[in-house]
């Protein structure tokens, strides 16, 4: 017999506590489905409508723990198992892992600014040692054809290959807002100039210059090899224990190789939110 609760539910998952009747104890991890578009009296926190867009995500980030696992000592929850196909019996791809026990970081951290100094100790090292692990691409990790095997899959497509070279990375980032370059090139042909535009129009034509400038900058740009980088460490996804030593780092869904330009540890994530405030950190 099993017994199960409820841990936390967020904009894309739900975490449920399952308890075996031998005491231990794992957390099942599930993306939930959104709701028909139909169904609008009421709140939803979010979910996904493509059953395989997002049986990948949790491919790649039970692809990337394992390697974490493997290569490093950063502390991840192991993994149990998981299921990712539509007929699994629950409705959404899943994974299965261990209990850390522990608390995120918020909570301490919140009680106790002057653990900083000892977090920063701890985190630098780890966010490193992640970067130590490095691919020739640019993209997610995701099990390989072979067994024991990894390949690369581009962010957007998750079928597609990872990019070869940082210039790649970057204009596919910038095509992403191609409606406000069109938009941008339609005021150009126009006659508008700056004077005379209004706010809407300055802003889109601002990012357009941007845009431009950035893929001159951008030619001849780095080939790899490309660090890995999880790219969500923020207070929510450190767990710790009571003296504020580091359990486990969660949450590898957007996690992923990049050029070094735009790699960030995000330590302002973990020691700057809007309400903490310490004098002499700087």
């Known amino acids: ?77 192991r993994g149990f198992g998981y299921d990712l196909g539509p007929n699994n019996g629950i409705g959404s791809p899943c994974m299965f892992m261990e209990m850390v026990e522990g608390e995120t970081l918020e909570n301490p951290i919140r009680k106790r600014g002057n653990q900083v100094r000892h977090l920063l100790d701890q985190m630098v090292p780890l966010a490193f040692e992640i970067s ?48 406000s370059t069109e938009l941008s090139e339609m005021l150009d042909r126009s006659g508008h100039g700056w004077r005379e535009a209004d706010v809407r129009q300055k802003q889109i034509m601002a990012k357009s210059i941007y845009q431009r400038a950035t893929r001159q900058l951008t030619k001849g740009a780095q080939r790899g090899p490309f660090l890995l980088q999880h790219m969500d460490i923020n207070q929510q996804n450190v767990i710790v224990d009571s003296a504020c030593n580091v359990l486990a780092i969660i949450d590898w869904e957007h996690s992923g190789t990049r050029p070094y330009k735009v790699v960030d540890i995000y330590s302002s994530k973990l020691f700057r939110q809007s309400w903490q405030c310490w004098e002499g950190l700087d």
């Open 132 to 179: 130590t692990i490095k691919f020739d691409g640019i993209g997610r990790v995701q099990f390989g054809k072979l067994p024991n095997t990894l390949d690369l899959v581009s962010y957007n497509e998750l079928s597609a290959p990872s990019f070869d070279n940082a210039s790649q990375y970057l204009e596919n980032r910038l095509d992403c807002s191609r409606a």
């Open 1 to 77: 017999m099993l017994q199960e609760e409820i841990v936390n539910a967020g904009g894309q998952h739900v975490i449920l506590k399952i308890r075996f009747v031998d005491g231990v104890v794992w957390l099942a991890r599930i993306r939930f489905p959104q709701c028909p578009a139909s169904v609008v009296d009421h709140d939803c926190v979010g979910g996904f409508r493509d059953y395989a867009t997002e049986a990948k995500i949790m491919e790649c980030e039970i692809a990337t723990m394992q390697l974490i696992a493997s290569k490093t000592q950063v502390p991840v929850p």
